[in-house]
C-alpha cells in the first residue's frame, strides 16, 4: 500500500507542475481511453517536433498525430514504465510511419530508463557500437506526456526487427525450404524464461546440475516460420557450438571461424567488457544470419544496468570481467554459453581482438575516452539545456533511493552521475589497457588522424555567424565536411576542395554542436558552440 501511495503522490507531483512547458526535446503525447496494461490497446499518439528545436506543450501544433496500438513492455516492473508501441492506419493495421527522422516503419518503444539517472547509458553503448560500423537501434530522447500526465524524459525509438531500415536481412517466406534461400535471414535470441524454443547441447560455464541455455527465433517468429527453417537455424547453431567445443576450435579452416563472424564477435565483446554490463551474454542477447553469411552477435539491448549502475556479481569493479560473472554469483540462474569463455582461450582471436580495441583506443577513434566524454558531455548537455532533467528528476525523485543495488555513495544529483560514470569508464579503460596491450604483430590504423588535425583550423568557436574550415596546408584533396546535432543528426554535408569552406549556421538553434572532416581513411572530430 505504501508504494502505490508514494507512486500516487508523485504522478500528482508531476501533474501539477506540469500543465505547460517549454522544452528542446521532442514531445511525445499518448491518449487512450483506458489504463495502459500488458494487452495491446488503441490509444493516439501526437509529436511536437519543431524545426527551430524549441518545442511548447501543450501550446504547439503536433507535427505528427496517428493511430496507435500500445502496452506496456516488460510488464511493470519500475514505477516509471516502458511502452511497445505500433503505428495503425485503423484497428489493429499496422501502418509504416517515419518518426523523429528515423526509418519508416511500425514497430516502436518509449524506454524509461527508470534504474539508470544519467538517462544514457544505452545510447552510448548504441554510439559506440555503431562508430565500429555495426547496427544498433536508433534512439531519440522525448519528454512523454501520457493522458494528460506527464512522464518525463524517453527514449523513442526503434525495435530490434528485420527490416531494410533496421537490421537489413533477407526476407524469409515458406518459400524459402531449400539450398541458398533457407540460409537467411533469422534473429534469434537467449531465452531468459521458460519454455525455449531449442536448447543448447551444452550448459554454461558456472552451471548447476540441469542448468543450460535455451534460444528462441525472434524472425521468423514461432507463429510463422517453418520446420525447415526450424531445423536449419538450430543445426548452424549446434555446428558452431559443436566447432567451438572440438580441439580443433582454433583452427581457421574448421574451426568455430567456419560458422562465426570473427569481427563481430570481436566488437560485440569490447562493448560488453567496457560497459561491464550486468546482463552480458545472457539477457538481452540477440544473434542474427543472413543469406550465405555467417552468424554475428546483436543487435544490442538493454544497457541500464552497465557502466557502473550495479554491485551485483561485482559489477561496479573497475577490474575483472563480465563474461566470468557466474564466477561471483554462482547461484544466477541466467548464465552466459559457454563460448565466450572459450573465445578468450583462442589466441588468434585474442590477438585480433587486442589489435583492433588498442586501435579503437587511438586518438579520435571509437573508444578514444576524449570522444566517449564529448558524447556524454553531448547528451548530457542535451538534457539539461531547457530543464528536462529537473522535471524528470521531479517526477521521479529516486536520487539516494535504491532501485538495482547501485555502488554506494550513491550519486545525490545528475552532475554527480555523470561524473561517476565518466570516472568509471576512465578507470575501465585504463584496467583493458594493460590486459589488452597491443600485440607485437598489430599496426596502429589511425595514427595520420593527428597529422589530419594538424592540418586543420576550425574558427570561430563560439559563432552565430560563419563557422569556417580552414585547411592550413596545400589542399588538393576531397574533403567531406558534415555538421551533427547533440544527438547525432546530421545537419549539414558538403564536399569541399577549397582552402576554406564557410558554413553559415545562423539560422540553427542555440547550443553544442560537432563538426566532422573525413578525408580518405582519417576523420577529426571537434566540438563547436552556436550562440
Not at 248 to 263: E, I, P
Amino acid at each position: 500500500m505504501k508504494k502505490i501511495l508514494s507512486l500516487f503522490i508523485l504522478l500528482n507531483i508531476g501533474n501539477s507542475l506540469l500543465a505547460q512547458f517549454t522544452t528542446n526535446l521532442p514531445v511525445v503525447i499518448i491518449t487512450t481511453s483506458g489504463a495502459i496494461g500488458n494487452t495491446q490497446i488503441q490509444g493516439t499518439m501526437s509529436i511536437i517536433d519543431n524545426a527551430s528545436g524549441i518545442n511548447n506543450y501543450p501550446n504547439d501544433p503536433s507535427t505528427f498525430s496517428g493511430m496507435i496500438g500500445i502496452k506496456l513492455r516488460g510488464g511493470a516492473a519500475y514505477a516509471k514504465q516502458s511502452y511497445t508501441v505500433e503505428t495503425w492506419i485503423q484497428p489493429g493495421v499496422s501502418l509504416d510511419t517515419s518518426l523523429l527522422g528515423m526509418p519508416s516503419d511500425n514497430d516502436w518503444v518509449l524506454l524509461g530508463h527508470y534504474p539508470d539517472r544519467s538517462l544514457l547509458r544505452e545510447n552510448l553503448a548504441y554510439i559506440l557500437h555503431s562508430n565500429m560500423g555495426r547496427y544498433a537501434p536508433r534512439m531519440k530522447f522525448v519528454e512523454l506526456v501520457v493522458n494528460n500526465q506527464y512522464a518525463g524524459i524517453y527514449n523513442f525509438g526503434e525495435t530490434i526487427k528485420r527490416n531494410s531500415g533496421r537490421l537489413g536481412l533477407s526476407k524469409l517466406t515458406v518459400n524459402d525450404n531449400y539450398g541458398y534461400n533457407l540460409t537467411g535471414g533469422y534473429i534469434w535470441e537467449i531465452n531468459t524464461g521458460n519454455n525455449p524454443d531449442w536448447a543448447s547441447a551444452y550448459a554454461p560455464p558456472f552451471a548447476v546440475a540441469g542448468q543450460t541455455i535455451g534460444f528462441d527465433y525472434v524472425y521468423p517468429k514461432s507463429s510463422d516460420i517453418i520446420p525447415v527453417q526450424e531445423a536449419y537455424i538450430k543445426s548452424y547453431v549446434d555446428s558452431f557450438e559443436n566447432a567451438m567445443n572440438a580441439a580443433n576450435y582454433q583452427d581457421t579452416l574448421l574451426g568455430w571461424r567456419k560458422h562465426g563472424a570473427v569481427n563481430s564477435f570481436i566488437d560485440f565483446i569490447l562493448i560488453q567488457e567496457v560497459s561491464k554490463n550486468y546482463y552480458a551474454y545472457r539477457k538481452n542477447n540477440y544473434y542474427y544470419k543472413d543469406k550465405g553469411t555467417k552468424m554475428r552477435p546483436g543487435p544490442l539491448w538493454g544497457f541500464d544496468i552497465s557502466f557502473y549502475n550495479t554491485n551485483s556479481c561485482n559489477s561496479s569493479l573497475d577490474t575483472g570481467w563480465a563474461y566470468n560473472l557466474g564466477g561471483a554469483c554462482p547461484n544466477e540462474s541466467s548464465l552466459a554459453p559457454f563460448w565466450w569463455r572459450k573465445l578468450t582461450t583462442d589466441n588468434l582471436f585474442m590477438s585480433d581482438l587486442k589489435c583492433r580495441y588498442q586501435n579503437f583506443r587511438e586518438p579520435d577513434q571509437t573508444l578514444d575516452t576524449t570522444k566517449i566524454f564529448f558524447y556524454i558531455d553531448s547528451m548530457s548537455s542535451y538534457l539539461n539545456q531547457n530543464g528536462a532533467i529537473t522535471r524528470n528528476f521531479t517526477q521521479w525523485p529516486i536520487w539516494n533511493t535504491p532501485i538495482v543495488n547501485e555502488p554506494t555513495p550513491m550519486a545525490p544529483d545528475y552532475a554527480t552521475e555523470i561524473s561517476n560514470l565518466k570516472q568509471y569508464i576512465r578507470k575501465r579503460l585504463i584496467w583493458l589497457d594493460n590486459q589488452w596491450q597491443r600485440p607485437a604483430s598489430c599496426f596502429p590504423t589511425g595514427l595520420q588522424n593527428q597529422s589530419l588535425e594538424n592540418d586543420i583550423t576550425i574558427y570561430p568557436i563560439p559563432t552565430n555567424g560563419l563557422l569556417n574550415v580552414q585547411f592550413n596546408n596545400n589542399h588538393s584533396y576531397a574533403t567531406q565536411i558534415l555538421l551533427y546535432d547533440m544527438q547525432g543528426k546530421c545537419l549539414y554535408q558538403a564536399i569541399n576542395k577549397e582552402q576554406i569552406h564557410s558554413i553559415d549556421v545562423s539560422h540553427f538553434a542555440k547550443g553544442v554542436y560537432f563538426i566532422q572532416v573525413k578525408s580518405n581513411e582519417n576523420s577529426l572530430v571537434k566540438k563547436v558552440i552556436i550562440d
